[in-house]
T-cell receptor
Framework: NAGVTQTPKFRVLKTGQSMTLLCAQD?????MYWYRQDPGMGLRLIHY???????AKGEVPDGYNVSRLKKQNFLLGLESAAPSQTSVYFC?????????????FGPGTRLTVL | KNEVEQSPQNLTAQEGEFITINCSYS?????LHWLQQHPGGGIVSLFM???GKKKHGRLIATINIQEKHSSLHITASHPRDSAVYIC??????????FGTGTRLKVLA
């Protein structure tokens, strides 16, 4: 099993450009999450999904959109990138039906917006 | 005040030293997690605790629910233990609240 994978690993954008980050998991997990990690701050939840076709806002959702068309994939979109969105983005998944809230993380995507 | 506080923020130790990282939280939780993040790397789960103590190799994690406090101990530390250690609490909604992390550097 590959676990949780993210593409791309690195990306540089110019202000105003758009892009989509892809997260994929092969563990049949119901829940998926997108976080951003910034220096001096804890990971912050952007959006999450509790199942295929459902999404919900997290702590810092502004400027981002998400979609969960397939259970194994969770996409994070930036419609018009801003320098404030320079960050490291992590995807995670979990399977609470197993009675555990343990989350499994992807390797991260380092995004720079110029 | 953050809901999850870690101390220290930075820690430098000599190889072989016993290391303790602390986590205090102010919210009700269903479980507390210790995570490890190597430089430039992803995040891996070390422990999930709801009570008592767990041990894995040289790592020991404890939690005191009444005092809302957890500690991560590393015995006989090694340079490969150098990483950021993150405390996260889960409140039963399957959403974590993260601490800001403790950056550990172990010198040979």
């Amino acid at each position: 099993n590959a676990g949780v994978t993210q593409t791309p690993k690195f990306r540089v954008l110019k202000t105003g450009q758009s892009m989509t980050l892809l997260c994929a998991q092969d563990m049949n997990h119901e829940y998926m999450y997108w976080y951003r990690q910034d220096p001096g701050m804890g990971l912050r939840l952007i959006h999450y999904s509790v199942g295929e076709g459902t999404t919900a806002k997290g702590e810092v959702p502004d400027g981002y959109n998400v979609s969960r068309l397939k259970k194994q994939n969770f996409l994070l979109g930036l419609e018009s990138a801003a320098p404030s969105q320079t960050s490291v983005y992590f995807c995670a998944s979990s399977y609470p039906e197993q009675g555990s809230d343990e989350q499994f993380f992807g390797p991260g995507t380092r995004l720079t917006v110029l | 005040k953050n809901e999850v506080e870690q101390s220290p923020q930075n820690l430098t130790a000599q190889e072989g030293e016993f290391i303790t990282i602390n986590c205090s939280y102010s919210v009700g939780i269903s479980a507390l997690h210790w995570l490890q993040q190597h430089p430039g790397g992803g995040i891996v789960s070390l422990f999930m605790l709801s009570s008592g103590k767990k041990k894995h190799g040289r790592l020991i994690a404890t939690i005191n629910i009444q005092e809302k406090h957890s500690s991560l101990h590393i015995t006989a530390s090694h340079p490969r233990d150098s990483a950021v250690y993150i405390c996260a609490v889960g409140g039963g909604t399957y959403k974590y609240i993260f601490g800001t992390g403790t950056r550990l550097k172990v010198l040979a």
